[in-house]
């Protein structure tokens, strides 16, 4: 075997287990979780452990017990996770209904300060969520909105929105001008321009961004506790999540249960969405 042929089969073996040490530490705390969660207390307390568990032992009481409501002695995840997906979805349609324009607007239109738009969107985050917190906080109680979904949603739109634009203006920037003045030649304006030209092509990169403006919604907890601590028929999942790590009284198993329930809809939605996903974050990284 020469040099060349070590080297190639090496490499080839070193990234099958690179690949596969991701994978394990990617997937196993989601996996114990979900053995945690189908075991009984019972058995979990005798055996913490283990890793398989046995048909016999299989149990969907905790789940039942997290969606069940409160009046029935359950943990009212449904409500929950209906305040969850309102929140996430209105804040996302908003999130694009705004970035969208915002960013066709920074890639294609000339105006003064354009070059400083980009360090302006960004700057947002170089500050950390509790220094806006408190004047959120006192903003949103004097105009009566503290404790609603909808004004935590316009938080989430604050939060979102500038990334999105910054994302969705490096994609319009590649989608060649030509394109564009074909349509306005035939007879296209602006906005039919976006609609028919570029909104089409940039379907990759908006799913990318939509994904994105819903995970962060669906996940966030700081605001959500921060708005919705004294109303419990308003809370997100995560808010109740941290009530059921907090209660010493609620069993470890429906904990699990509960974060299996936070967590399996980023999922499903990111292997649904994976091709699509992919194609939208490497959209704009070159130029030409």
Known sequence: MDRDLVET????????LVIAAFLVVTVFPFYYMLVLSVRPIERLLLDPGSLVVGFGELTVDTYTEVLRSTDDGGQGFLTFIRNSGLVAVAATLLTLLVAIPGAYAVARLRFFGR??????????????????????????????????????????????????????????????????????????????????VSLPLAAPSIMAVALYDFMIAWNEFLFALLFLVDKRDRWTVSLGLSQLADGVEVPKTVLMAGSVILTLPI??????????????????AEKG
């Open 9 to 16: 089969v090496s490499l080839r073996w070193l990234r099958r």
């Open 115 to 196: 070059r400083q738009v980009d360090f302006l969107f960004l700057a947002v985050y170089l500050f950390p969520s509790i220094v806006i917190a408190i004047p959120l906080f006192v903003a949103f109680t004097w105009v009566h909105l503290r404790g609603s979904l909808f004004g935590l949603v316009l938080v989430y739109l604050s939060q979102t929105l500038p990334v999105s634009v910054y994302m969705l203006k490096n994609y319009f920037e590649t989608i060649p001008v030509s394109l564009e003045e074909s349509a306005a030649i035939d007879g296209a304006g602006r906005l039919g321009i976006i609609r028919r």
């Open 267 to 284: 999922v499903i939605l990111f292997f649904a969405s994976e091709r699509l996903l992919t194609e939208g974050l490497t959209s704009g």
